[in-house]
């Protein structure tokens, strides 16, 4: 399903029955609303599931960058009010778990509760610095120069050498090469600029913080920082898992990441 929402063409799906509880499901850098099917294979029944492709991403249109945090909470507020999502349990990944804490901190009376899976607070210059270079390299070779070097980023050397897991790398790669340029540079702009951590001490919806124990990008500490600055926060360290968690480790996720909705109520 498509609609316009702050000049932006979206693309969303809706599962469960009307009326149950609402849960959002927010998509990584470079992937669309199919990195959550598994989640919302088992969460259909009993939630009402909203999952959108961010902008530039997927099927969603991509608008001239650079973009910021403040425009990608936007959206996100834009698609709940428009489709009558009063309050909602949000889940994010990576970008969408960045977005996720300007969600709980802007807008902490539309949740029921927030995930922030694999995400940070805080674009220091160390980790900002490589997205120079991704998005240059982006521009001058389009997303398929990115799919390996992220990918390898993405998930354990373990994961990637089982036979087994080739179907999930690549739909990865699938995910990435669909990726516009634009919308991954625009979004890589909001990761230079992110600055959540003087504000985390502002969230007071019940929160989990969770990542894989191998990810180099948003490591266990990033995740342990923020629980430390959220009282009555949760944070959980799946291991085995690098970035993508919920695709590396699903079964361990999947646990922590229903008992911290359910705990929550609606």
């Known amino acids: 399903m498509n609609i316009t ?76 009010d428009a489709l009558g999502v009063d309050k909602a349990h949000y889940v994010g990944l990576s970008l969408g778990g960045m977005a996720g804490l300007g969600m709980a901190i802007e807008h902490g009376d539309r949740l029921l509760s927030m995930a922030a899976c694999d995400a940070r607070p805080f674009a220091d210059p160390e980790w900002a610095a490589p997205w120079v270079d991704r998005i240059a390299l982006a521009r001058a070779k389009g997303m398929e120069a990115l799919a390996e070097p992220t990918v390898a980023r993405w998930f354990t050397e373990d994961f990637q050498a089982d036979p087994a897991n080739v179907p999930v790398l690549d739909h990865v790669r699938r995910m990435i090469r669909e990726t516009s340029v634009e919308g991954y540079t625009g979004c890589a702009g909001a990761l230079q600029g992110l600055n959540y951590l003087p504000r985390l001490g502002e969230i007071s919806v019940p929160s989990l913080f969770m990542t894989g124990a191998s990810d180099g990008s948003t490591p266990p500490a990033s995740s342990q920082q923020m629980h430390a600055a959220v009282p009555g926060s949760q944070c959980v360290i799946l291991d085995p898992a690098s970035h993508i968690s919920n695709m590396e480790n699903p079964a361990q996720f999947d646990a922590a990441l229903f008992a911290h909705i359910e705990a929550a109520g609606a």
């Open 5 to 80: 929402l702050n000049d932006v063409d979206f693309r969303y799906e809706l599962d469960g029955p009307e009326g149950a509880p609402w849960i959002v499901f927010s998509n990584s850098l470079t992937t669309d609303v199919t990195m959550w099917d598994t989640e919302v294979a088992q969460l259909k029944d009993r939630y009402r599931i909203l999952r959108y492709d961010t902008r530039g991403h997927g099927q969603t249109a991509a608008a001239p960058g650079p973009y910021s945090f403040e425009m990608l909470v936007g959206d996100i507020i834009a698609l709940m």
